[in-house]
């Protein structure tokens, strides 16, 4: 039957866990095989908050979640199980980064291990400054957009108000601050911080874990031998998804389900059936 409207949608299953992209969504799909949670795309960070925040009131939080990439924020693991965090973060980097579990790859593709986590840690190695980048742009954006504006007030406005909102605010002052404080030296030996840090990170495998998923993880399914022949979508993205589902098939194999990635998917699960009131 066609369904019209995203309220339909939530009486399909128990639970609905909203996610960024159909990569993660054809994972837990496939990894769960649990008819009473239904995983749907979202489109972004963005529209996993909206459509979140968008559930009827009483389900958000507890049969309506969403789930999105830690990216450079802390993950929220301990609180997969309360209902007042609504939106899952992942204990990693991106979603892709969960998925490179080389015990798995190995079994997957024929490979060695140690073959397929020399390949990752290379790309990895090759990726450091992009990364050193990334981090220092996302530190930078937050002190200056942390005192952006509020959202004005729905009524009692005039032109005069507006105005007064918009210019008065703390914005333009701490902006002001902000750009002062990151002097060219401050930037410079700020990134040389962040570049020590991951390369650290690379010495102890946290790696695996702080660094870019994606890239790694494409890097690998295209690189090694074993994972190309996994290959059979018409788009990089397609061959990504269709890996995803191989590790999930893979992870539901008796040899794998004490894994520590096997665990932490069925916490995962477990979360999420408990917040909607079904049986463990």
Not at 26 to 50: K, M, N, P, Y
Not at 192 to 218: C, M, N, P, T
Not at 236 to 249: C, F, G, H, K, T
Request: hydrophobic letters at 45%; glycine letters at 6%; charged letters at 25%.
């Amino acid at each position: 039957m066609l369904r019209t409207t995203v309220l339909e949608l939530y009486e399909v299953a128990r639970s609905t866990l909203w996610v960024e992209d159909d990569l993660t969504r054809l994972f837990l799909t496939e990894v769960w095989s649990d008819q009473q949670i239904r995983v749907l795309t979202a489109g972004g960070r963005g529209g996993v908050e909206f459509l979140v925040a968008g559930a009827p009131r009483g389900r958000v939080g507890k049969g309506v979640v969403g789930l999105v990439d830690r990216d450079f924020s802390p993950d929220n693991r301990a609180s997969w199980g309360n209902s007042d965090a609504r939106i899952l973060r992942t204990p990693a980097h991106e979603f892709e980064n969960l998925l490179l579990d080389f015990d798995v790859l190995s079994a997957l593709s024929g490979e060695a291990r140690a073959t397929i986590e020399e390949a990752a840690t290379a790309r990895a190695a090759s990726i450091k400054w992009w990364m050193a980048c990334k981090t220092a742009r996302y530190e930078i954006f937050g002190a200056l957009a942390a005192h952006f504006p509020a959202e004005p007030p729905a009524a009692g406005m005039d032109q005069h108000a507006v105005t007064d909102h918009l210019v008065n605010s703390s914005y333009w002052r701490e902006h002001r601050l902000a750009l002062a404080s990151y002097t060219p030296q401050y930037v410079a030996q700020r990134v040389a911080q962040i570049s020590a840090d991951y390369d650290a990170h690379l010495a102890s495998g946290e790696w695996v874990r702080s660094f870019s998923g994606k890239e790694i993880f494409r890097h690998v399914r295209a690189e090694i031998r074993g994972l190309v022949v996994h290959a059979k979508g018409g788009s990089p993205a397609e061959n990504d998804e269709n890996l995803a589902v191989l590790i999930a098939r893979e992870l539901r194999k008796p040899a794998f389900t004490s894994s520590p990635t096997a665990q932490l998917f069925r916490e995962m699960r477990a979360a999420l059936r408990a917040r909607a009131g079904l049986p463990p």
